[in-house]
């Protein structure tokens, strides 16, 4: 086994990190608080070729591995969720179906923008009654000569009303259950398609999330995602990327949070000494060091498994159930170690346990990874 990083890898964390300090961070507050999508952070991301780092550079991409891209989220995520959120949906929901499934003109047409960063990308999956069961979808598309006719609606759909694409799953085999399920490219102002008022969250709060409204949205029958009725098994396939992704940015929030309470733990004095030299305090921060660790090495781990090609379901749900769930605790003693400080919104660590919350939900809830786990363990349904 060999756990150093590459050179190239070593570069990309210092280049993200860089940037993101100089400009996420000092945003991070006002975006959270006002709501608003920061695309012009996006713009200087497309500038250093973030925006499609893991796709071929024939295609607007950078052409770098699983591992380097986990890198980037997470270094965004460690300055500011709502911007890591939006870029992880960026990349692995609403740009890597078109790479994994996509045509070479489907690539020219969608993918090469959003990875260039001229458009952002998103991937219409959730409805309102079909959460975490994806395959109950109700969304539906027809074939009218050569064109798709979608009618439905969806719901939770991160960048949708700033994507240039969003890629929306439909019923086109009514009679054929999950596998009378495709996925179609619609792109962004195609007349039929309507976008909710953002949603009111608890935390990400600058990532845009809205419901979207299909009615009669007509689009060319060479939208088509891949093969008709595979809709299903593209989308599985495309959350165990996302999955790492999650992870990844759950490290991040978890980084940033744990170095906050580093900071202050070392420079508070209560009874005479510095925090961080009373042992309660002491022990949250040891307990720290392991969660933060030991997620990094598991998201990694499944990102390594994901760029040589190997089968990675299993170990993309351990990394998202594990780091999410520890990325939650970490933030919350962060709190704890700051006090009535922690708890204000005069100091990150707050937004930061705020924005991890949905960490849990999305992309697989921590009860289905936990069946999706035992389910691989056992070979039993």
């Keep these: 086994m060999y756990f150093d990083l590459s050179d190239e890898q070593v570069m990309i964390r210092r280049t993200v990190r860089e940037f993101a300090e100089r400009e996420i961070a000092p945003l991070a507050r006002h975006v959270d608080e006002s709501g608003e999508f920061p695309a012009e952070t996006f713009r200087k991301m497309a500038e250093l070729d973030l925006m499609g780092l893991p796709f071929p550079e024939e295609f607007g991409g950078a052409g770098l ?22 870029y992880s949906a960026h990349l692995g929901l609403g740009s890597a179906p078109i790479a ?54 969806k719901m939770w759909i991160t960048n949708a009303p700033v994507a240039g694409h969003v890629i ?6 009514k009679d054929r259950g999950k596998k009378g399920i495709s996925a179609i490219i619609v792109p962004g102002g195609t ?13 990400l709060r600058g990532s845009v999330t809205t419901a979207i409204q299909l009615e009669d949205v007509r689009v060319p029958q060479e939208n088509l995602l891949g093969e008709r009725g595979k809709g299903f098994i593209q989308f599985l396939k495309v959350l165990d990327g996302g999955r790492v992704g999650i992870g990844a940015m759950a490290v991040g929030l978890a980084q940033g949070a744990y170095e906050a309470a580093v900071s202050y733990a070392r420079e508070r004095e209560a009874f005479g000494k510095p925090i961080g030299a009373h042992q309660s305090v ?69 937004r930061m346990y705020r924005d991890t919350r949905l960490l849990t939900i999305g992309e697989g809830t921590s009860e289905i990874l936990r069946n999706v786990i035992s389910h691989s363990v056992l070979g039993l349904r």
Aim: charged content about 25%; aromatic content about 8%.
């Design 282 to 350: 002491s022990n949250m921060i040891a307990d720290m060091e392991v969660a933060v660790s030991a997620a990094r090495m598991l998201v990694y781990q499944a990102a390594w498994l994901k760029e040589l090609g190997r089968p990675y379901s299993r170990e993309a749900a351990v990394a998202k159930l594990y780091a999410s769930e520890a990325s939650e605790k970490v933030c919350r003693d962060a709190i704890q170690i700051l006090g009535g400080y922690g708890y204000s919104a005069e100091f990150p660590v707050e």
């Design 100 to 153: 994994m499934f996509g045509t070479p003109e489907q690539k020219k047409q969608f993918l090469k923008p959003a990875a260039e960063g001229k458009h952002m990308a998103a991937f219409g999956l959730t409805e309102p009654h079909a959460g975490s069961d994806a395959g109950a979808t109700r969304t539906t598309a027809t074939l009218d000569g050569d064109t798709w006719v979608i009618n439905g609606s």
């Design 168 to 173: 929306v799953t439909a019923v086109t085999d």
């Design 191 to 203: 007349p039929g398609m309507r976008f909710g008022k953002p949603e009111e969250k608890m935390g």
């Design 65 to 86: 591995d699983s591992i380097s891209t986990a890198i980037a989220i997470e270094e965004v995520a460690r300055c500011c969720g709502s911007t890591a959120i939006a």
